[in-house]
């Protein structure tokens, strides 16, 4: 295992409803993974992504750490 293939590097699921797929990927490669499906699959179409449970879990945890739910505005 090379130093960039870290069993402590977090992984990511992507999901692929067109392709009634899922896995889960490297942080580092995620990017790559999707464009890569995508291209190979669906004719560049952004299709497959990251799960959206999480996406939307991630962009709510970020949201909160900003600030932006505080009601104090």
Sequence with gaps: MSAEESDDEPTVPIVCEACETTSRVPLSELRESIDRHNEHRHDGEEIAQVDPVLADALADA????LG???DDA
């Design 68 to 70: 932006l739910y505080d």
């Design 62 to 65: 970020v949201a909160d750490d």
